[in-house]
């Protein structure tokens, strides 16, 4: 089945640092999402980015899209100890031009920001 | 809108006993995903519904395991017998459109001892 995989696995900075993460994915996509998870709770969406499309911010998110590659990035700037959460990309799955619809999830990046 | 609303928070059963777990989507939200997160196996995607049709239950373990969404606003996921290995964290998310951005419910942590 499709899935994200992020990597690092895990990632520990210093508050004011830049974290980045990254994705791969095996097949063609129409968009590729990032969720952010904190501790016990339920995911939330932090920004869609689209397979025609090759980077996007968000306030100190900024995300980028290689297609050919099969991979995307998630750079947080200036990072701050409430960053501390496990970031997901998710990847809907191209079948011919349309969508399926399913949403798969990688395994996270778990990153943790020291104050 | 409230948001994905799942119950119950927690659930603690007995092996060999029926667990139900509900989901209300967000209102006019035509996706429902039911996910389960585990250390060893990450976020599973179970199964997806659109327009309240199951579209892929690829990922339903086995048939203990049946999800039915009978109107736009609720959906439940029931395992039966439930066993050790299905403790885990179980979410629900619903969204607009395919491949859209999805909202997440708290999740149920299930217990079964």
């Known amino acids: 089945s499709q899935q994200g995989e992020e990597d690092p696995q895990a990632l520990s900075i210093q508050e004011g640092e830049n974290a980045t993460m990254n994705c791969s994915y095996k097949?063609?996509?129409?968009?590729l999402q990032w969720y952010r998870q904190n501790s016990g709770r339920g995911l939330v969406h932090l920004i869609l980015i689209r397979s025609n499309e090759r980077e996007k911010h968000s306030g100190r998110l900024r995300v980028t899209l290689d297609t050919s590659k099969k991979s995307s990035s998630l750079l947080i700037t200036a990072s701050r100890a409430a960053d501390t959460a496990s970031y997901f990309c998710?990847?809907?799955?191209?079948?011919?031009?349309?969508?399926?619809?399913?949403?798969?999830f990688g395994r996270g990046t778990q990153l943790t920001v020291w104050p | 809108d409230a948001g994905v609303i799942q119950s119950p928070r927690h659930e603690v059963t007995e092996m060999g006993q029926e667990v139900t777990l509900r989901c209300k989507p967000i209102s006019g939200h035509n996706s429902l995903f039911w996910y389960r997160q585990t250390m060893m196996r990450g976020l599973e995607l179970l199964i997806y519904f659109n327009n309240n049709v199951p579209i892929d239950d690829s990922g339903m373990p086995e048939d203990r395991f049946s999800a039915k969404m009978p109107n736009a606003s609720f959906s439940t996921l029931k395992i039966q017998p439930s066993e050790p290995r299905d403790s885990a964290v179980y979410f629900c998310a619903s969204s607009l459109g395919e491949g859209g951005k999805a909202f997440f419910g708290q999740g149920t942590r299930l217990t079964v001892v």
């Open positions: 097949t063609s996509i129409n968009n």
């Open positions: 998710a990847t809907d799955e191209d079948n011919r031009g349309s969508t399926l619809g399913r949403l798969y």
